[in-house]
């Protein structure tokens, strides 16, 4: 069955990369990964908070909305993991997550605690569910589209999550946005810490550091992004928000090349 399909173990590294990727549709988990990850994350809190705070607020949720739903289109309507579609479908997440958890504070007066909680909740049921219907969370499995849904579902969960911790260590606590960004960069090397060396499950581990990389993104976008006054560095959202994009899209550049040079050996031995 395609759903059960996992490489050999006993396959060489570079046979199992190209095995995974002719059926996955998500990447495969690298140091570049997480380096994506974290950008895209600080570029969907700038370029949110750009957009609220240069448009109509309704404006900008529904442009938000109209770009998260057509990125996500396009991840499900291709095949396999591609770089430049799966990336931009977390770009488009993160800005619309972003947005998702700002209109529970700043449009319905809810508490970053009370927001935090609420979004945890709902991540937790997500994964519930996933693991119930599945029977694993691992990201290696993502080649049928119920699992798909699924996994999409939690890393929306992650974001909204994610910026309303971020949110509230930054305001709530008064750690501001630098004091936060240092707090989830020690808070994020506790999984990996625990993978390494006390033996937690890599499905845990993964989504620990997964979720925390949220704050930890935007935490830093927000201090380059926000005025002196607010603690930052002031050099305004907009500016910060093309610089992270710049730079995701020349990473992402680099995973396609990578990605070109796998598939040649397999052509050619065909």
């Known amino acids: 069955m395609l759903e059960d399909f996992s490489p050999d173990k006993t396959m060489p590294a570079a046979t199992r990369t190209r095995a995974r990727a002719l059926v996955s549709k998500v990447p495969e988990i690298t140091a570049l990964f997480w380096i994506i990850k974290v950008l895209t994350t600080g570029m969907g809190e700038t370029t949110s908070d750009y957009l609220a705070h240069t448009l109509d607020p309704v404006v ?29 479908a977390v770009a488009m997440v993160s800005v619309f997550g972003t947005m998702a958890a700002d209109v529970l504070h700043v449009g319905l007066g809810v508490p ?37 849904v699924f996994y999409w579902a939690a890393v929306l969960s992650t974001f ?33 810490l625990a993978y390494w060396k006390f033996g937690l499950k890599a499905i845990s581990a993964f989504w620990a550091a997964y979720i925390v990389t949220r704050p930890l993104g935007a935490s830093f976008a927000d201090w380059m992004g926000v005025s002196h006054e607010r603690g930052g560095l002031g050099w305004g959202t907009a500016q910060v928000s093309i610089g992270w994009a710049v730079a995701i899209i020349l ?11 796998a598939k040649a050996p397999a052509a050619v031995n065909r």
């Open 112 to 148: 970053y605690l009370v927001s935090t909680i609420f979004y945890a909740v709902v991540l937790a049921a997500v994964f519930f569910l996933w693991h119930r219907t599945e029977k694993t969370l691992s990201i290696h499995s993502i080649h049928t589209p119920r699992r798909e």
């Open 251 to 261: 990473l992402v550049a680099v995973l396609a090349a990578r990605q070109r040079r």
């Open 160 to 192: 909204a999550l994610g910026t309303a911790a971020g949110d509230l260590t930054a305001v709530t606590l008064k750690l501001g946005y630098l004091g936060s960004g240092v707090l989830f960069a020690v808070v994020i090397a506790v999984p990996a």
């Open 60 to 88: 900008a949720v529904a442009i938000g909305s109209v770009c998260f739903a057509a990125a996500l289109v396009l991840q499900f309507s291709v095949k396999r993991y591609i770089p430049w579609v799966y990336w931009l």
